[in-house]
């Protein structure tokens, strides 16, 4: 039989994935293609017939086998982008998504324009980012925010700081803290910071039935699903907050679809915060919630 070259190993794959309904079948062929071959997913396009190893087949069929359970390409090939870090994810945390790198811009943003009114706190920026997960968020603010003395990342999950740790080690990202805590709870009581930010599970649990296998069967539950509403864990950070912020610190939240007003009304609950602003994502929904410390 003739040698299977990276054309036909992508045509046969990608045939095989629709047969199975596996998500984006001919990205996942690409993608998984690229990781084995060691480049980068259109360099496959440079170099359509090279016939492929033994051995190079041997490390794509384990991908594909395992893509073919639904299987997330990030967990099989290690690895995401977010921003400009390359992060190892697995099972432990959610692959991070492309709308929250907004959340990160809204926060740089906020602290861009108060240094440019001289408002730097004195010995630099100090950040919480709740339910760190992969770090991604943290790991992104302490690479692009000047003037930063710390951010701390908290989960409850001990397997995701193990991730974000070492994410932060592999992008040599400094000045950045790690902690396993429900919340901001267990903090101590005296600690002010100038900005929490927060990208918290959001899910109500009867979406469970809504999600991709992709999602449901392998991203961490406690990543996912907040409880009956969807809201409760956006709750819990909305009502701590205020007592975690100096005066003016910022508060920001990524939200679910059709949530944000519902945060407001909780942030105009709160005493000692108010609403700043909420954004839209690029599908036009509304998918962060700003807010200031009084
Ligand atoms: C939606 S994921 C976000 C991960 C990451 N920040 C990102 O944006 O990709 C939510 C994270 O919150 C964590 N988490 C859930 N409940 C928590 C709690 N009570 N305290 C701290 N972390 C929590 C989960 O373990 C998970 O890593």
Not at 207 to 230: H, I, S, T, Y
Request: proline fraction near 5%; glycine fraction near 8%.
């Amino acid at each position: 039989m003739a040698s299977w070259t990276v054309l036909t190993l992508v045509r046969t794959t990608t045939e095989y994935f629709q047969k199975r309904s596996i998500p984006a079948p001919r990205l996942s062929a690409e993608y998984l293609l690229a990781d084995v071959l060691g480049c980068r997913r259109l360099d496959l396009y440079l170099d359509f017939d090279r016939p492929l190893t033994a051995s190079e087949i041997d490390a794509y069929r384990g991908h594909v086998r395992r893509r073919s359970t639904h299987e997330p390409i990030e967990y099989i090939t290690g690895k995401t982008g977010f921003r400009e870090l390359e992060l190892a994810v697995d099972s432990r945390v959610l692959i991070p998504r492309p709308e929250t790198e907004q959340l990160v811009d809204e926060v740089l943003e906020w602290a861009r324009a108060e240094s440019r009114c001289g408002r730097v706190p004195s010995g630099g920026w100090r950040l919480i980012d709740v339910g760190t997960g992969s770090g991604a968020i943290a790991s992104a603010l302490a690479q692009e925010l000047d003037d930063l003395d710390y951010i701390l990342g908290i989960d409850s999950s001990p397997g995701a700081i193990v991730v974000a740790r070492g994410n932060a080690e592999r992008n040599r990202v400094q000045r950045t803290r790690w902690v396993v805590a429900d919340g901001l709870a267990a903090l101590d009581p005296r600690l002010r910071v100038d900005a929490i930010v927060a990208n918290p599970p959001y899910l109500a649990d009867e979406e469970r039935a809504l999600l991709e296998p992709q999602v449901v069967d392998w991203e961490p539950e406690a990543a996912l699903f907040a409880g009956p509403r969807g809201d409760e864990a956006l709750a819990v950070i909305v009502t701590a907050a205020a007592e975690r912020l100096r005066p003016a610190g910022l508060l920001a939240l990524e939200v679910g679809a059709g949530q944000a007003a519902g945060v407001r009304e909780l942030i105009a609950a709160s005493a000692g915060l108010e609403h700043l602003s909420t954004y839209r994502d690029h599908n036009g929904i509304e998918r962060g919630v700003l807010a200031l410390a009084d």
